[in-house]
Nanobody
């Protein structure tokens, strides 16, 4: 059974940092592209960052480029999102998603976690 479980969310002040984790089970993580997405209240889910399988390509949305970094540890079956210089507009539920297609990084990805809430507020 494929599972993606996010953790690491919480309340952080503007300018602070958090590291989100996505633990994968039930599939061979090295073969899959993993993405991070977020959904703020009243808004559509949007892509934040993706790390492709094998090719080591990464993608970042313009809104997080230079502040967020995606990394993967295939031995630990985990993907991380390191978030720095957080802003109130980063407040959202963050989801990780997986897909076998190395070029896929969108809300149509096959497997999804249940999300973890990040709140950026003073």
């Amino acid at each position: 059974q494929v599972q993606l479980v996010e953790s690491g969310g919480g309340l952080v002040q503007p300018g602070g940092s958090l590291r989100l984790s996505c633990e994968a089970s039930g599939f061979a993580l090295p073969l899959y592209t993993i993405g991070w997405f977020r959904q703020a209240p009243g808004k559509e889910r949007e892509g934040v960052s993706c790390a492709s399988n094998g090719t080591r390509n990464t993608y970042y949305s313009d809104s997080v480029k230079g502040r967020f970094t995606i990394s993967r540890d295939n031995a630990k079956k985990a993907v991380y999102l390191h978030m720095n210089s957080l802003k109130p507009e980063d407040t959202a539920v963050y989801y990780c998603a997986g897909d076998y297609d190395p070029w896929r990084c969108d809300v149509g990805m096959t497997y999804w976690g249940k999300g973890t809430l990040v709140t950026v507020s003073s």
